[in-house]
């Protein structure tokens, strides 16, 4: 049903995995070495894709088994397809510029307005920049760059719940580009915030089948920052000129 995106998403972000901390990196080795759902492999110690660090592979040792054993819990719970979207989370926070260690996890079902939400819990690790990024636009950049991503990933979705709750950490502090709050990082990651998205699994379906458009699932959805509600403008794309156009920009 997913096609071999999955194994896309682990080449990925192992690539990136010297950017994180171990204790992300030992998650990571486990989803490879299971292949994220293939829980009937021997639950031993994780095989590597790269050439990984002497702390990495000891650490990978020491906790891949909880680690398994912890992700074949979520898939008897609430089935192959909560497994996936950790992966894809998880891949999705590195691609949106995940500085420090992300970590995902189901912390189960919630109910909210007479229906129950599948809770995923995805702390990014990326660290905003506000000298470019509105408090506004926080929330929006978030679900641009790691749910509405996400959720393309997959073609169906079947959860035993009527919809999903992401919840979606993060930090923002100003600084001059990723070298720099690198550099001081010892002195704070910034302050923290917390975007929670509540999505119908109906709704979601419509997205999948190109029904409907990013911004109307934002609109559709119940969207909460730090606990308070906000409604999330995403970004346009900027539209492509028309052939025509360009000819006539080209002319002097």
């Known amino acids: 049903m997913h096609g071999s995106s999955e194994f896309d998403i682990i080449h990925a972000v192992l690539q990136m995995r010297s950017r994180l901390r171990s204790r992300f990196v030992r998650t990571l080795a486990v989803l490879a070495a299971i292949g994220i759902l293939n829980t009937t492999a021997p639950a031993e110690e994780p095989q590597f894709r790269g050439t990984p660090g002497p702390d990495d592979t000891v650490e990978a040792a020491t906790t891949g088994k909880e680690v398994v054993q912890a992700l074949q819990d979520v898939q008897r719970k609430y089935g192959a397809d909560a497994v996936m979207m950790e992966g894809h989370l998880i891949g999705q926070a590195i691609r949106g510029g995940s500085i420090v260690e992300a970590e995902v996890s189901v912390p189960g079902i919630e109910e909210r307005d007479g229906k129950h939400f599948l ?17 506004a636009a926080r929330p929006a950049r978030v679900w641009t760059d790691v749910v509405e991503t996400t959720l393309r990933k997959f073609h169906a979705l079947t959860l035993p719940a009527d919809g999903i709750a992401l919840r979606c950490g993060y930090t923002h502090k100003p600084y001059v580009d990723e070298a720099d709050v690198r550099a001081h990082l010892s002195e704070g990651r910034g302050d923290p915030e917390a975007a929670a998205f509540y999505l119908l699994l109906s709704d979601v379906t419509e997205l999948m089948s190109n029904h409907i458009t ?17 409604h999330i403008v995403l970004e346009s794309p900027t539209p492509t000129p028309a052939p025509d156009a360009r000819r006539k920009e080209d002319m002097p």
């Open 214 to 230: 990013g911004q109307q699932l934002a609109d559709r959805s119940i969207v909460l920052v730090d606990g308070t509600p906000m």
């Open 119 to 135: 809770t995923f819990k995805i702390e990014t690790g990326i660290i905003y920049n506000d000298r470019e990024i509105t408090p």
